[in-house]
T-cell receptor, first 114, second 109 residues
């Protein structure tokens, strides 16, 4: 079955360490997105990519980095510059045709920095 | 600056009640407004609204968009405990989804 796989589901890191969250999709979607969710809040856009080797900053890109070397993969690195990295991270992808409801979400990674 | 505001932030009702969740927006390049339900992890799609005044329905849930007044509502009738979740409103434009803060709905048996 096609879908988005995020790994790991839970991640613990010490303060000051960089950490990379994985997002892989086999849906042949061109566009991919990373969102952050804090307790009791909505989703905020970190980075997004419309096509391989290209990506744009979202609303809260500071302290994060991404790459898009393959269509299937859009990893997110949480750097030590991110002041409050503990959060729930969701990856999503979108159908290539111009339909806005064609979003598929992964099941998320919960990152805890201690 | 584009913004999407949901109200109330939190709502607690008894099973069987009817609830109305609100979403107002001020955005550029609006294409559509979407509603999602989030229980534990990934949001699940409920509705997409592009035209003003046309109600979308799915069982006990319904939603409508007013493009003149820039808001949308999500109605849930005869609520059940399984409706307890965060309900997210999002607008689609500029090739991305931008979400509101969400409304946390709790249904008491």
């Amino acid at each position: 079955d096609g879908g988005i796989t995020q790994s790991p589901k839970y991640l613990f890191r010490k303060e000051g360490q960089n950490v990379t969250l994985s997002c892989e999709q086999n849906l042949n979607h061109d566009a991919m997105y990373w969102y952050r969710q804090d307790p009791g809040q909505g989703l905020r856009l970190i980075y997004y990519s419309q096509i391989v080797n290209d990506f744009q900053k979202g609303d809260i890109a500071e302290g994060y980095s991404v790459s898009r070397e393959k269509k299937e993969s859009f990893p997110l690195t949480v750097t030590s510059a991110q002041k409050n990295p503990t959060a729930f991270y969701l990856c999503a992808s979108r159908k290539p045709e111009r339909t806005s409801y064609g979003y598929t979400f992964g099941s998320g990674t919960r990152l805890t920095v201690v | 600056e584009d913004k999407v505001v949901q109200s109330p932030l939190s709502l607690v009702v008894h099973e069987g009640d009817t609830v109305t969740l609100n979403c107002s927006y001020e955005v550029t390049n609006f294409r559509s407004l979407l509603w999602y339900k989030q229980e534990k992890k990934a949001p699940t799609f409920l509705f997409m609204l592009t035209s003003s005044g046309i109600e979308k329905k799915s069982g006990r849930l319904s939603s409508i968009l007013d493009k003149k007044e820039l808001f949308s509502i999500l109605n849930i009738t005869a609520t059940q405990t399984g409706d307890s979740a965060i309900y997210l409103c999002a607008w689609f434009g500029n090739e991305k989804l931008t979400f509101g803060t969400g409304t946390r709905l709790t249904i008491i048996p």
